[in-house]
């Protein structure tokens, strides 16, 4: 640990070392034919204030514009049509909580999530789970959504980046008024918003927010399979924003913003399942303009929350015996938690030297979760109660300089990491059996260096290398569950997961077109899946139960290890064109091939086959057509074959083409009236698959029940501001 956190302090020593050397310097002649290396900050200050259009890595920004013309009508549904971004093709309402992974170049699967996601800077993905409740952000509220693919981002973020970056940046008060937003549609689905902002002078601006969203869902379970217990999945979510901006002078800028979420879901597959999460979050920050080159810039937020499951175990039913009506509560569990964290950082330009960032970040995570699972409707439930912590303090810089005389950017960054896992405990109350997990730490020194070549004004070329790190969740470290004759025991000996990444792409633009490519190639060490250790194996389970204090019975052991080293490859394509003014068309391709190298136990976990929840390929398309001033149409495709849900290969989702179609008219200045189409064609295609006893094999379990994905889905909805 020594020798990682002296390089790291030396490397950024160096890089502080630059700014001197840069200002030593005489400044190059400009070159009127070369491009402008200005960088105008593009995120707010919660973020680390990098122009997109500048880096040397595949990026997409949405604006509010286009966000607002979209015809998907929730935030993780527009996600999931951003190029190379996969999430479920299950709503957010209709996912259970722990289910809900956001991947990027294979990064993300819902055991091993590799996908940072932000809001005005702030990471949103949940402290245990690490998953995202897309309910916290209502559409409305969002001003843009910034994606950074692959890991050349991490640099600057560190933990859970491998597989990019996905910042959503919510409105800032620009004017004094309010708005009223309501729409309803298919499966009473409805949402109801009223907004106001207050300009109180040039100095002070206030918001607030108030969003409710509901809907009775459809049913995910295929007809041919359901009956009276099982019934489609109604799900609430209310939403409470304030936010106050301040410029006391004219070098300090000052923003404080307050969140509260209370989302439910009833009937998730289920008549008694139920889930509910809440959450509440506090963000502050500024900047200080030193001068008109440099600025200091900080952040800190402190937020608190709770997860709730009541889950069901089927009784007698099964997929052969579709009338069996006994279901009964198999687990109830709360997993209250606690999230804190700040970044400092020092930004500034020094002649040919560019978008200099020096600075720290830290957070803070604690857990409780309470868990208790029932054999049967009679049984006494077994109950664990886990504790756990994990901190995370990272210091980074990186910097762009420009050579004199060539059209070539250089950007070097360096990251230190470290980690802590501790004060975590597993208590099984039945037998009294409390377990202290040891205190486990590491460090890891990343360093990155990316090119940008504007081989002319229309084409630039583009390439970086990097290494960066993720360090295990604590679900998957601490979190133990018992069902039927089968134990997921805990792991407080996973290491993280470390990737050497290079990528290699062009940017081209000429007369409206524009079109973007990039190969990437990572390489991860220490890839964490969920495996099954014993399989109805009691001399194998005995150890692994016994000291949990649980009984013989159960003989399947399942746990999160690391398995072995792993590859991610592809290929993206994004191209925009736009013909004229009112029409511009959208595509785009990625394949992906994402496999193990290597495993420590080629039985348990295969090398050479797809991982689970990555398609090979993914295609998208859009349109957005304005015949009138005040008249916006728009359509939406994305389209994907089959793929495994698992690396088990045991769980086979479907494919499919799925059409959005969208129209916004403007009746009058502050008035829009708009409409959505989800899965125009109403294709039938089951987003959880059919589970198989055997690796890609023929016989199907008739325990599990397989899931649609989102039907035809048509919504209607009037907006006024005042």
Request: with cysteine; glycine share 8%; hydrophobic share 40%.
């Amino acid at each position: 640990m020594f020798s990682i956190r002296a390089a790291t302090c030396a490397a950024l020593g160096l890089l502080a070392l630059v700014p001197a050397f840069a200002e030593a310097q005489q400044p190059p002649p400009a070159d009127p034919a070369a491009p402008a290396v200005d960088l105008p900050p593009i995120t707010v200050t919660a973020g680390r204030g990098s122009a997109l259009d500048r880096l040397d890595v595949s990026t997409t920004l949405l604006t509010r514009e286009q966000i607002q013309a979209l015809p998907e009508t929730g935030v993780d549904q527009i996600v999931n049509r951003i190029p190379g971004v996969w999430l479920p093709n299950i709503p957010t309402g209709q996912l259970h909580p722990t289910a809900q992974p956001v991947n990027i170049r294979g990064f993300g699967t819902s055991t091993t999530i590799n996908t940072l996601v932000m809001v005005d800077g702030v990471p949103i993905n949940d402290p245990y789970f690490r998953t995202i409740n897309w309910s916290t952000i209502p559409k409305n509220s969002v001003e843009r959504i910034e994606v950074i693919r692959g890991g050349g981002a991490t640099s600057l973020w560190g933990n859970m980046a491998m597989g990019g970056v996905i910042n959503i940046v919510t409105r800032e008060p620009t004017k004094t008024g309010a708005a009223a937003d309501t729409s309803f549609g298919s499966y009473n689905t409805g949402t109801a918003e009223v907004a106001g902002s207050y300009i109180v002078n040039d100095k002070v601006k206030v918001g607030a927010s108030y969003n409710h969203a509901q809907s009775s869902g459809y049913n995910l379970t295929p007809a041919q399979y359901q009956n009276a217990n099982l019934v489609p999945t109604a799900s609430k979510a209310d939403n409470i924003a304030a936010s106050v901006f301040l410029a006391p002078g004219d070098k300090l800028k000052i923003f404080a913003k307050a969140y509260w979420n209370q989302t439910y879901e009833d009937g998730l597959v289920w008549t008694f399942a139920h889930n509910n999460w809440s959450t509440w979050r506090l963000l502050l920050g500024g900047s200080y303009q030193i001068d008109d080159k440099s600025s200091i810039n900080f952040s800190g937020w402190l937020s608190s929350g709770s997860f709730g499951t009541i889950n069901v175990a089927s009784g007698g039913y099964t997929l052969n015996n579709t009338s069996f009506l006994n279901q009964f509560v198999s687990q109830i569990e709360a997993a209250p938690n606690a999230d804190q964290g700040g970044s400092l950082f020092y930004d500034a330009n020094f002649g040919p030297l560019r978008d200099v960032k020096i600075g720290v970040d830290a957070r803070r995570t604690l857990i409780t979760d309470y868990n208790n699972l029932y054999a049967s409707v009679s049984a006494n439930p077994t109950t664990f109660v886990v504790n756990g912590e994990h901190r995370l303090q990272g210091v980074f810089g990186q910097g762009t300089y420009r050579f004199g005389g060539l059209p070539i950017d250089v950007t070097v960054g360096v990251r230190g990491d470290f980690w802590q896992a501790m004060n975590a405990s597993v208590l099984t109350q039945s037998s009294s059996t409390l377990n202290v997990v040891p205190n486990a730490s590491a460090s890891s020194f990343d360093p990155r260096v990316g090119l940008k070549f504007y081989a002319s004004d229309e084409l630039t070329l583009r390439a970086a290398i990097y290494r960066n790190f993720s360090a295990p969740g604590m679900n998957q470290m601490y979190r133990v569950f018992a069902s039927g004759t089968s134990y997921t025991t805990i792991n407080p000996n996973l290491q993280p997961m470390t990737n050497f990444g290079q990528e290699v792409g062009f940017d081209f633009e000429w007369k409206g077109f524009t079109l973007s490519g990039t190969y990437f190639n990572n390489n991860l060490d220490n890839f964490i899946d969920f495996v099954t250790v014993c399989n109805t194996n009691p001399v194998c389970a005995a150890p692994f139960v016994s000291a949990a204090g649980l009984s013989p019975a159960f003989t399947t052991v399942r746990q999160y290890q690391n398995v072995g080293n792993a590859t991610f490859q592809g290929l993206e394509l994004i191209a925009t064109w736009q013909p004229f003014e009112q029409l511009r068309l959208m595509g785009s391709f990625t394949n992906t091939v994402a496999y193990l190298t290597s495993s420590i136990n080629p039985t348990l976990v295969r090398t050479g086959v797809q991982l689970g929840q990555v398609p090979t390929y993914m295609f998208t398309a859009g349109v957005e057509w304005r015949p009138l001033e005040n008249l916006v149409l728009t359509a939406s495709l994305k389209a994907f074959p089959p793929y495994w849900n698992d690396t088990g290969h045991t769980t086979l989702n479907d494919g499919a083409t799925l059409i959005d179609l969208g129209v916004r008219w403007s009746p009058a200045k502050d008035v829009d009236i708009y409409g959505s189409i989800q899965n125009l064609t109403n294709v039938q295609y089951l987003a959880q698959g059919y589970s198989l006893t055997s690796f890609e094999g023929s016989t199907v379990n008739p325990s599990a029940i397989p899931q649609l994905g989102m039907p035809l889905t048509a919504i209607a909805g009037l907006r006024v501001r005042f």
